[in-house]
């Protein structure tokens, strides 16, 4: 199974008062490019949130239009950024039938590894928030089929930084982080966890499996250090599952 993992692109309406709004498409534009020119072709795209600046329905629409044109399935949870609502509405083809009508929590069904988005945001604040009923929603998910690989992409990482001088973590509170622990403990049929949010790529054992998450798409986003800003565009992610479905990830940098 071949993955291509976007991540963070939020775009806005050029012409407004984001001066970085044509820089940030420029970048989308050069993934989808790119993306669409791998060979082999990955099974399945995903974006890991934050699609959007703002929200708006128009943001969202336009990221639908670039998304679009790739030559192969594409699949999206939200970020903090987003609205989900509105994301409903715009991406209502891409996302699979929902455990709960307020999260978009869903299996993209008839890959070689089952693939699950869990929605980790919440209309509050920009933190990541996992409540019984988005577990319960997981949960449900997970314990069809349970002999099937599978992979979970999210926003927010639900896991202690591991590259922060003290624990730091992007939930309003550690219960989140407890609640998926428990949940991955129950279902070791779970072979990935991709994320976005950090703003830098990083990678974390959690035990059975790694987590990775992805950098913005866009470089000038990216909170890494210079040896992550590899390009002002920005990069996306390929990951490849191997037999025993371990993943090795390649950071594909878009040319300037
Ligand atoms: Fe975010």
Do not use: W
Request: a negative charge.
């Amino acid at each position: 199974m071949l993955i291509a993992q976007i991540s963070d692109t939020h775009i806005t309406i050029p012409g407004g008062p984001d001066k970085n709004s044509e820089l940030k498409l420029s970048a989308l534009d050069k993934c989808i490019d790119s993306i669409n020119l791998l060979d082999p072709m990955p099974d399945a795209v995903i974006h890991t949130g934050d699609l959007s600046h703002n929200g708006t329905l128009d943001e969202l629409k336009l990221v639908k239009d670039y998304m679009d044109r790739l030559n192969t399935l594409y699949f999206v949870t939200p970020g903090n950024r987003d609205c989900s609502s509105t994301m409903l509405d715009v991406f209502a083809e891409r996302i699979g039938d929902r455990e709960l009508s307020t999260n978009i929590i869903y299996e993209a069904k008839n890959f070689p590894a089952k693939l699950v988005s869990f929605d980790t945001t919440s209309p509050e604040d920009n933190l990541g928030v996992i409540t019984f009923d988005k577990i319960a929603s997981l949960d449900s998910i997970l314990c069809k089929n349970q002999e099937a690989p599978t992979i979970i992409f999210s926003h927010h990482p639900p896991f202690f930084l591991p590259d922060t001088f003290t624990p730091n973590i992007e939930y309003r509170s550690k219960n989140s982080i407890k609640l998926f622990n428990e949940i991955i403990d129950r279902h070791p049929q779970i072979v990935a966890l991709f994320c976005g949010h950090s703003h830098k790529s990083l990678r974390q054992d959690l035990g059975m499996f790694d987590a990775s998450v992805a950098p913005p798409l866009c470089g000038l986003l990216n909170n890494g250090d210079d040896g992550d800003k590899q390009s002002l565009l920005g990069s996306y992610q390929l990951h490849k599952f191997n037999d025993k479905h371990i993943f090795t990830t390649e950071e594909k940098v878009l040319e300037n």
